[in-house]
């Protein structure tokens, strides 16, 4: 198992996650890989509710929780208990970061919210990642991605034409909450390292939704008239979409005028360019249920394989459509190192997604696999000053539990 010293950029920042299931240890995870200390403090009894998902499990394991969580060393507190809260308390003490995503206020009835945290050290960054935000109307309510995927608007722009309605395949909201959380985070610490002061940094699952939404809302906001879903096509510019071939799908991009006449021409089509129809791509939008139709036709003559080769040779931005297990054997995705390989105490020999933003100087890293619940409790009591009679009664207590 690779423990080595972080080397990323953000080597001895000290985070504490309060945070549980998908975004907040999103935002954890991305810390950790740049080189951050994650102390994910896990609640009584159970743990992170992630560990309990059914399914897919390596050997009794959590396959999600294990990619949400590496890089990351786990304490078990019951916040319930006076032990638990002072536990908490010494921690946020000597940390950089906090982030929660419990529900507005429950965390303040502890005596454990932003306020009171910051007077016990100025310098926090206290981040707060929930499903609304902490103000307006209905910040007192909790978030779920799919939940969030519909009130954003995102539902409404995805899937097919005339289709029911279809989230994206991804936790998108809970995803990209982290990412700005994270953004948030490294921006407040610039400011701290400004100014010696910590803050307060609060993002939710409906903002990041709505962040996602750029391109249908500028159409809005210029027009008034609200767009919906396109299948795979793009918003503004055709032809830019998947298209059958005769073994499958791929995707082409004729983003503008250059790239559509090298399509035209490859696909045999070349009437098509001088075609009223098609002749700008304000036309192509109007008519581009056509021209995909016509573009089809073609491209349903020859296997993926072939038009990639000529595509790529001509130039034109095109791709295959990939499963996950295509994706995680290319050799791209090999070469910059997006797979990686851990050792975990209990599941063995696994695999997680590697670190997305690579450094010259500083770079990131997959150090250590996601813990197991509790393993780190004594080695980070001791860390903070616990003695170890005091650890025993913590235990005694309940307010802690340690592997």
């Given at each position: ?202 993002t939710s699952l409906l903002e990041a939704g709505i962040h996602q939404t750029a391109w249908q809302a500028a159409i809005f906001f210029a027009t008034g008239v609200s767009p919906g879903p396109g299948g795979s096509a793009h918003v503004l510019a055709a032809p830019y979409q998947a298209f059958p071939t005769r073994d499958g799908w791929i995707n082409i991009g004729g983003a503008n005028q250059s790239n559509w006449e090298r399509i035209a021409r490859l696909v045999g089509a070349p009437e098509l360019i001088d075609d009223p129809r098609f002749r700008d791509n304000s036309a192509r939008m109007v008519h581009r249920d ?114």
């Amino acid at each position: 198992m690779n423990t080595a010293p972080a080397t990323g950029p953000l080597a001895g920042l000290k985070v504490i996650e309060l945070a549980q299931i998908m975004a907040g240890p999103s935002c954890g995870a991305l810390l950790a890989d740049l080189g951050a200390e994650v102390i994910k403090v896990e609640k009584i009894p159970g743990g992170d509710d992630t560990r309990r998902y059914a399914e897919p499990q390596v050997n009794g394991e959590s396959a999600a929780f294990m990619m949400m969580n590496r890089n990351k060393r786990s304490i078990a507190v019951d916040l319930k208990t006076d032990g638990g809260r002072r536990v908490l308390r010494r921690l946020a003490e000597r940390a950089d970061v906090l982030t929660e995503n419990y529900r507005r206020g429950a965390l303040d009835r502890l005596g454990l919210g932003y306020e009171a945290l910051h007077a016990l050290n100025p310098a926090l960054i206290y981040c707060a990642i929930s499903g609304y935000g902490r103000t307006g109307p209905a910040a007192d309510k909790g978030g779920f991605d799919l939940i969030a995927q519909g009130v954003s608007g995102l539902m409404s722009i995805t899937g097919e034409p005339g289709g029911a309605p279809v989230k994206v395949g991804s936790p998108v909201t809970d995803m990209n909450a982290g990412l700005l959380a994270a953004l948030g985070i490294v921006s407040a610490y610039v400011h701290r390292l400004k100014t010696g002061q910590g803050q307060f940094v609060d993002t939710s699952l409906l903002e990041a939704g709505i962040h996602q939404t750029a391109w249908q809302a500028a159409i809005f906001f210029a027009t008034g008239v609200s767009p919906g879903p396109g299948g795979s096509a793009h918003v503004l510019a055709a032809p830019y979409q998947a298209f059958p071939t005769r073994d499958g799908w791929i995707n082409i991009g004729g983003a503008n005028q250059s790239n559509w006449e090298r399509i035209a021409r490859l696909v045999g089509a070349p009437e098509l360019i001088d075609d009223p129809r098609f002749r700008d791509n304000s036309a192509r939008m109007v008519h581009r249920d056509e021209l995909a139709a016509l573009l089809a036709a073609h491209l349903r003559e020859r296997d993926t394989a072939d038009w990639l080769r000529e595509l790529d040779a001509a130039g034109i931005p095109a791709g295959p459509i990939r499963s996950i297990g295509e994706m995680a054997a290319d050799p791209q995705t090999l070469a910059r190192e997006m797979v990686v390989e851990l050792e975990h105490p209990v599941a063995g020999r696994t695999r997680a997604l590697g670190v997305p933003v690579k450094f010259s100087a500083t770079p990131g890293s997959v150090r250590r696999p996601a813990p197991t619940f509790g393993q780190h409790t004594r080695e980070v009591l001791l860390e903070h000053g616990f003695e170890g009679a005091e650890i025993e009664a913590l235990l005694a207590e309940g307010a802690i539990r340690a592997a």
